[in-house]
């Protein structure tokens, strides 16, 4: 996990992440989106379902690549019964699979407004 937070764009950085779209592949409908939202108020970012389109979002994707090899990332080391509860439109997370579970893992998703 990484906290987005932590990350410091230029104006010019900043305005290429909002401005530039990618394709958004999510197993049902793709759509288009940029890896920051208005105002500043959301990172989507996940190199595995974000499809660059362009020159601008090929850019975008590098500005991006740097920027997260700074930043410090903490392991969670799962035990039986443990729950992490974070906000996804700030913090970058990534999974792998659980040590002996043979892949196997539940995810739950909760809304608080």
């Not at 108020?41 to 660059?52: E, S, W």
């Not at 997260?68 to 974070?86: K, M, N, R």
């Amino acid at each position: 996990m990484a906290d987005t937070s932590l990350l410091n764009f230029s104006s010019g950085a900043r305005r290429l992440l909002q401005d530039s779209q990618f394709r958004v592949l999510n197993g049902r409908k793709s759509f288009f989106a940029p890896v920051i939202g208005p105002d500043y108020t959301f990172f989507r970012f996940d190199k595995a379902c974000m499809v660059p389109i362009d020159a601008q979002s090929r850019a975008a994707l590098e500005e991006m690549d740097c920027a997260i090899s700074d930043l410090p990332f903490e392991q969670v080391d799962w035990t039986e019964g443990q729950v992490l509860v974070l906000d996804n439109w700030r913090i970058l997370h990534g999974r792998s699979s659980p040590a002996g579970s043979g892949g196997g893992r539940v995810l739950e998703r909760v809304l608080v407004q």
